[in-house]
Nanobody, 125 residues
Framework: QEQLVESGGGLVQPGGSLRLSCVAS????????IGWFRQAPGKEREGVSC????????LYRDSVEGRFTISRDSTKNTVYLQMNSLKPEDTAVYYC??????????????????WGQGTQVTVSS
């Protein structure tokens, strides 16, 4: 049974950093995409970044390009989202998701098959 578990959220001051983790279990191949999404109160869920498990290709939404880095450790079945230079507008619940997605749409679509439970990220002084 496929499962995703996020961790690493918390409270951080503006300009600070956090690293989120997403542990994937139950997947029998690497032909899928892991995406990070976020949802702030009163706003729609939006894609942040994604990585293809087979070749490590990555995509980012424009507002996080250069501040966030997505990576994977295949030996641990874990995908990370390193978030630097955090801003108050990055405050949201962050989710990871998995699915067989057309890669060029992996940040813009929500059509993922599996979702984690989410982890809260709060950027505030």
């Amino acid at each position: 049974q496929e499962q995703l578990v996020e961790s690493g959220g918390g409270l951080v001051q503006p300009g600070g950093s956090l690293r989120l983790s997403c542990v994937a279990s139950g997947f029998t191949s690497d032909d899928y995409v892991i995406g990070w999404f976020r949802q702030a109160p009163g706003k729609e869920r939006e894609g942040v970044s994604c990585i293809h498990q087979s070749d490590g290709a990555t995509l980012y939404r424009d507002s996080v390009e250069g501040r966030f880095t997505i990576s994977r450790d295949s030996t641990k079945n874990t995908v990370y989202l390193q978030m630097n230079s955090l801003k108050p507008e990055d405050t949201a619940v962050y989710y990871c998701a998995a699915g067989q997605i057309v890669f060029r749409f992996c940040v813009s679509t929500l059509e993922y098959s599996y979702w984690g439970q989410g982890t809260q990220v709060t950027v505030s002084s």
